[in-house]
């Protein structure tokens, strides 16, 4: 049986986390002297690369946490402390972005992976995500839909990213720092729940 309740609960998790909304301003500014048809392919290769990092996080956390000896209530109450630092500081407004130089033609399209894709969209926060979630899904049947979440972020991205000047003048500078913020409530209040499934489970 489907745990949609849970599917849901990943997907709003995973969206607070990678905050398209928050990646605006870098990606205008990495893409300002861009041609439109290079700014389309950013996009669509952003998207597509977060895609595959979150759907291998999920499949193959667990084994990488493993081939390092990693249990996964420790791994489960550290990515919750990750996140809840990274939701305190989009409370606070300090959610930093990752400048990037760009020197050359050759590198433009580099920026869809670093870095947009990792770190800022897909990085250790939205991965650490997935692996606890794999973790906490009831049967395979629910690990599998679980791609669904990670679809629906990529999707999102690719349509934020899309309109990001359009979407950039209707909020202004104030609603993305109320949309990071009340992001970061969200995810701060999973954290504490991840940290203290963790810290249960080892008592256990």
Partial sequence: MIEWTFIIKTTIALI??????????????????????????VVKMTAITVFIILVTSLFLGDKI????????????????????IMAISMMLGKHQIIESGQNGKSDKDLIAFVPLSIPLLAGPGAMSNMIIAAHQA???INQSFLILPCLAVSLLIWLTLSFAENISRVIGAIGTKIITRVMGLLLGSMAIEFITRGILDIIA
């Fill in 16 to 41: 607070a986390i990678v905050d398209p909304i928050g990646c605006l301003p870098l990606f205008l500014s990495l893409t300002g002297q861009h041609k439109k048809i290079n700014k389309k392919n």
């Fill in 138 to 140: 009831p049967n395979l």
């Fill in 65 to 84: 946490l493993n081939m390092f000896g990693i249990s996964m209530p420790s791994f489960q109450i550290c990515g919750g402390i990750l996140l809840l």
